[in-house]
């Protein structure tokens, strides 16, 4: 008798080692996947899902500060290092994964208004309301009684802000008057000032180092060029800019966070109007750092909020909040791309993930690239409306939404008035004025 | 009082006067003296001049010179202007300064876009750890038995490494020799620099033509000298030689559309020598932009036409008009020859025939003097060219016809230009014909007589272009008249320089906010009262939007698979089809169809739309319950908790005969589908072919899938990821 059995090579099913995958023979022909894109989408839909499901940004906070936040730096060359500075004088440096504080001392009296690590990360500079600019050293003393600063410059003027110079060691402070500093020198190298007002933010240009940046409290942001000729250009705006800080990887672009809730991105080439007017917070913006990638930036604020935008667009994409957290003073973006820092008036410094949903640790292989499929998944569906929907929805407190009804109805109301003043008057009398344009007053040479 | 009223008056005659204040003076002797006690000396009064000094030498010979010297540095030299005020010139230094740091953040253009529109990036963009991997690791390798045997037999040899750095540091002198020779040769270099820019300025047409002829001469003195030397490489030099020809070619220079050209042609029209000039100029661009041939074309078309007679050689672009052309032609020919013979075995290329150098130069004179004329009434119009044809041809023939009244002025001036052309035509006592089967011109040279016989059929060919030319240079006129103002409006938008990149894949960009929600606050649900605002026809037309249907997105052939099961569906499908429909004709024969489906579709609308929606509640107010009957009153009240709908409930078949279109039917769907064309997409189509590729490796091949799945942004876990650097400006590729 014959008999016939089905017999198949076990090496084409098998695998060799159970850590092997599977051998899934397939037919990559797409008519035999007619619903290719339909699968797709449910993927898609039920990534999108998952990542709210994870969204959980919050890591920790560092507890330890007797007074409100002033102000954060972080090592230049080190990940784990934070130092932050408080309205007590009191400075801290912080190792942020274990989240300990390992060093503290009373730097100034009064607030601590600026701090700043030298490039190579060996020594710190502070600012204080006493009018000192205080050197410290990176590495900690034998015992925190003999904390005592390297150098102490004594300024003739109020100082306000500080800034390094990316690889030469000069610094720029601000105050009543923009000055540079060399390190070794105890008097002002240069001192440039253009106006009266007093100035109360100030930044080196990460790429173009010769360049620099001041807000002024005329409402004014005032270029200056440290190589000869000192101040090159003012831009006035309408309401007052807090914060300015120059993209890390586009040598020309820089963003500044405004009191007018809005932050604005500029091209230092036309300062005419701004590049990107990036709007949603509800209150004036206080701080703002872009992340080391240049791709995106946080800003915190005044309606105890922290929001991330992408530096293209006008809308954030992700809005953190906890209902003890402040107004917020400081935010940092930590310079693995991984972290937000923010310091607030209620003495906390919170540790961020970047990407709310985002797995820490390291992933396997396999779960590296199901996430990634599904990271593109969500980017080819954004805007079939479900997921619209389930990605960009936010909850947020109470008075973040009340502000928002409110500045909404505000905003119509505007609108509305202009177009019956238009409809009402001769033609072109109204003329209408683009958003980026209505909030610069003029750009000064 | 009197005294005290003179006074008065005086006051008030003064008060029109200019007060006079005195001269400051030095009463005592002091170190400082205030500025402010200088005042401009009085007009002509100058206190001290130069030449009251000078004066002081003037007897004395030894100084004469000084003396002149000063005064023509008087004569020359001029004061100072004013300096500007501080506010001013703080002003300009400014804006000079931010136009100089613009210019070198423009540097960054290229990186910033590239990096904007790249799909992925890996950060640290410039890795700071470089391994080194070759020293440590990979050189070292014990050695086996053959190689130690091997070095064993082997001396070492030496190594001379040319460029290897000194052993030695050098010493004090030799870098200052060093350093004297560099700058020597700075200095030279800068003198160069500086005559080369003052050569480029020179605007003078004559002087560059001069020095483009004493180059070519240079450049066939080189030539010459090579061929004695080293003929392989003279041939090369004649090719480069042909090739800055070509290049000249290429660019339309030698045209009459130059400004000088321009001048020249109106000039032309009362003075012959400028006429002679601008025939030259177009002779030579049309030699330039002459295609060459290849050789063995030429020697067939000569077997062709004109099998005997020596022919022009237009191989050569220096052979006939460039007014160095004949020394150029004649040891170029020769040369070529020399070269021709003695490589005849090697190639062949056939054997140039050498022409009559002056014979050419004739013969291209004649035409040049055709030109002229064709020329001219160019510039008129190409109707009168015409009309100069046909009484050329005329006059050819004998006939002597009285030329046109109305024709304009211009054309009197050509007249003599033409007689001369006539007149020659009239020596000609026979004729041949030469046809022009390509576009080389073939010259005959039986006599010095012939030489402009073929003159009409020249005049033809030329003409023709003429007109050919004419119509493209008016097209590409009115092409550019047209295109420019675009340009113009591209030019202002873009202030830097265009390097838009294009994405590698399109994803859709949404920029709007978060759909922020209030923790607690439900979304609205879908109840009926919103269903009714929405499907007000008042509001309606503003939300109508075009829906995109899944099954356009998802569109897909079926596809028969190879089974051995009978097609059922397919079968007999066509034959029978006429058949089918004459038996549902025969069987409803007797039933109103029409009828029948109108009632169905009002049926339809009828259950579809949407009933009033009574909110009223029962009892409120009143007595309630089982067998009460409501008031009049009560009921005239209630009517204000009735929502209402629209009478006209607009649907979609509302205009369709014969069509029920089932509007609940995709209910499910509908909220899952997209209602508009996403943002950097701009037509349906674009977007729907970006959804229709799919991803996932369960459709696609591994490789493919893995490509399409990298992240937009890849860091490292730990690095420090540091401001970008200028290094990455002269970083290059590979």
């Known amino acids: ?445 | 009082m009197t005294a005290g009223k003179g006074q008065l008056v005086k006051n008030v005659l003064n008060l029109n006067k200019k007060v006079v204040y005195p001269k400051p003076s030095r009463t005592e002797p002091r170190r400082e003296v205030s500025e402010f006690n200088l005042a401009p000396s009085e007009k002509g009064k100058s206190n001290v001049r130069v030449t009251d000094l000078t004066d002081a030498l003037k007897k004395q010979s030894k100084q004469a010179g000084v003396r002149q010297r000063i005064r023509s540095f008087e004569k020359k030299v001029k004061p100072l202007p004013k300096p500007l005020e501080k506010v001013k010139a703080d002003r300009i230094r400014r804006s000079t300064a931010f136009d100089k740091v613009k210019k070198h953040l423009n540097r960054w253009n290229a990186v910033v876009t590239s990096n904007r529109a790249s799909n992925h990036l890996t950060f640290p963009l410039q890795d700071d750890l470089k391994l080194e991997s070759g020293k440590n690791f990979t050189t070292f390798r014990i050695k086996s038995d053959l190689q130690k045997r091997l070095e064993t037999f082997e001396e070492p040899g030496e190594v001379f490494n040319l460029e290897s750095e000194p052993k030695y540091p050098l010493t004090m002198q030799e870098m200052l020799e060093r350093r004297k020779e560099m700058k020597k040769m700075k200095i030279i270099e800068s003198q160069k620099a500086a005559k080369a820019r003052r050569q480029n300025k020179i605007k003078s047409k004559k002087y560059h033509r001069i020095q483009r002829r004493e180059k070519i001469k240079g450049q066939i003195k080189e030539f010459e000298g090579l061929q004695q030397t080293n003929p392989d490489e003279a041939l090369k030099k004649l090719d480069e030689i042909e090739r800055v020809r070509a290049e000249e070619r290429a660019s339309l220079r030698h045209r009459n559309t130059g400004k000088w050209a321009k001048s020249k042609q109106i000039k032309a029209k009362y003075d012959s020598t400028n006429r002679q000039e601008l025939a030259q100029q177009l002779m030579i661009s049309r030699e330039l932009t002459q295609k060459v041939q290849a050789d063995d074309d030429r020697s067939e078309s000569e077997d062709e036409n004109v099998p005997k007679a020596p022919t022009v050689n237009n191989d050569n672009p220096w052979v006939n008009q460039i007014k160095t052309s004949e020394e150029v032609e004649t040891f170029l020919k020769g040369y070529r020859k020399f070269w021709e013979e003695k490589n005849a075995t090697k190639t062949e290329a056939s054997a140039v025939v050498e022409a009559d150098a002056s014979a050419v130069v004739e013969a291209e004179a004649m035409k040049s003097n055709a030109d002229v004329a064709v020329e001219e009434e160019e510039s008129n119009t190409v109707v009168e060219t015409e009309v100069e044809i046909v009484n050329l041809a005329k006059e050819d023939v004998g006939a002597s016809v009285p030329e046109e009244t109305d024709q304009p002025s211009q054309k009197r001036e050509v007249d003599p230009k033409k007689k001369v052309l006539k007149t020659r035509k009239r020596k000609n006592s026979h004729r041949t014909v030469c046809l022009a089967t390509t576009q080389w011109e073939v010259g005959i040279l039986s006599d010095t007589e012939d030489e402009c016989e073929d003159i009409d059929a020249l005049f033809d060919r030329y003409s023709d272009n003429f007109k050919r030319k004419l119509d493209v240079v008016k097209q590409s006129v009115k092409v550019s008249k047209k295109a420019k103002p675009k340009q113009k409006v591209k030019k202002m938008k873009s202030n830097s320089e265009d390097l838009s990149f294009k994405m590698e894949a399109k994803r859709p960009i949404i920029d709007e906010p978060l759909d922020e929600n209030m923790e607690g606050v439900q979304q609205e649900k879908e109840n009926a009262l919103s269903f009714a605002l929405r499907h007000d026809p008042r509001t309606d037309g503003a939300q109508s939007k075009k829906n995109i249907d899944p099954n356009d997105i998802i569109c897909t052939k079926p596809t028969d698979l190879q089974t051995e099961l009978p097609d059922l569906l397919n079968m007999d499908d066509n034959e029978e089809d006429d058949d089918q429909r004459g038996a549902i004709v025969e069987a409803f024969q007797d039933d109103d169809i029409v009828e029948s489906f109108e009632r169905e579709k009002r049926d339809e609308i009828e259950g579809e739309k949407p009933k009033d929606i009574d909110l009223s509640l029962p009892g409120w107010g009143s007595w309630g319950g089982p067998g009460v009957v409501q008031s009049k009153k009560k009921q005239r009240k209630n009517r204000r908790f009735i929502v209402k709908f629209p009478k006209e409930f607009k649907r979609r078949d509302d205009n369709k005969g014969n069509l029920i279109i089932n509007e609940k039917a995709d209910e499910k769907v509908k909220k899952h589908l997209v209602s508009d064309v996403p943002f950097p997409f701009k037509t349906v189509k674009d977007f729907e072919a970006s959804i229709r590729a799919p991803v996932g490796s369960t459709f696609v091949p591994e490789t493919a899938f893995r490509r399409m799945i990298k992240p937009a942004v890849t860091t490292k876990a730990g690095a420090v990821i540091r401001p970008m650097t200028e290094e990455i400006l002269l970083k290059k590729k590979g």
């Open chain 1, 1 to 445: 008798m014959k008999v016939k059995v089905l017999s198949r090579n076990p090496d084409d099913y098998l695998r060799e080692t159970k850590r092997d995958i599977h051998k899934t023979p397939r037919n990559y022909d797409p008519n035999l996947h007619p619903f290719e894109s339909a699968r797709e989408y449910v993927r898609a839909l039920n990534a999108v899902k998952l990542e709210r499901v994870f969204a959980k940004p919050f890591v920790g906070s560092l507890d330890g500060h007797r007074d409100g936040i002033s102000c954060l730096s972080k090592h230049p060359k080190q990940l784990s290092i934070l130092l932050s500075g408080s309205y007590d004088g009191e400075i801290r440096i912080w190792d942020v994964p274990q989240k300990l504080c390992i060093r503290s001392f009373v730097a100034h009296d009064g607030i601590v208004r600026s701090i700043t690590y030298e490039p190579k990360g060996r020594c710190f500079f502070t600012l204080g309301d006493d009018k000192t600019i205080k050197t410290w050293n990176t590495a900690a003393p034998s015992s925190p009684e003999d904390e005592e600063p390297i150098n102490t410059i004594l300024s003739k003027t109020v100082v306000t802000g500080i800034s390094h110079h990316q690889s030469k060691p000069i610094f720029a402070t601000c105050g009543e008057i923009c000055q540079i500093w060399e390190e070794s020198r105890s008097e002002p190298i240069h001192t440039y000032k253009w106006g009266v007002d007093s100035l109360h933010d100030i930044a080196f240009n990460p790429i173009e180092s010769n360049l620099l940046a001041t807000c002024a409290s005329n409402r004014s942001i005032i270029l200056y060029d440290t190589r000869d000729t000192g101040p090159l250009r003012k831009v006035i705006m309408k309401l007052r800019p807090n914060r300015l800080v120059w993209n890390p990887m586009e040598a020309f672009i820089f963003t500044c966070a405004n009191e007018d809730y809005n932050l604005y991105s500029f091209d230092t080439r036309w300062l005419k109007k701004p590049v990107n007017v990036h709007v949603d917070h509800v209150s004036a913006v206080i701080d703002l750092d872009y992340s080391p990638t240049g791709k995106e930036f946080v800003s915190g604020s005044y309606d105890k909020s922290i929001r991330i935008f992408e530096a293209g667009k006008g809308h954030s994409r992700e809005i953190y909040h906890t209902k003890r957290m402040q107004r917020l003073t400081c935010v940092l973006w930590s310079l693995d791309n991984k972290y937000i820092l923010s310091g607030s008036d209620e003495m906390n410094i919170r540790i961020w993930k970047a990407r709310a949903s985002e797995k820490l640790g390291t992933l396997k292989p396999r779960e590296r690239t199901a996430l990634q499929y599904s990271e593109v998944l969500k980017e080819k569906y954004a805007t079939h409306p479900q997921i619209r929907r389930i990605a960009r929805h936010r909850q947020v407190p109470k008075h973040i939404y009340n502000a928002q009804n409110e500045l909404r109805t505000i905003k119509q109301k505007i609108k509305r008035k202009e177009a019956n003043r238009r409809t009402h008057s001769k033609k072109g009398e109204v003329p209408f004025v683009p958003e980026r344009t209505k909030h610069i007053v003029k750009e000064d040479i």
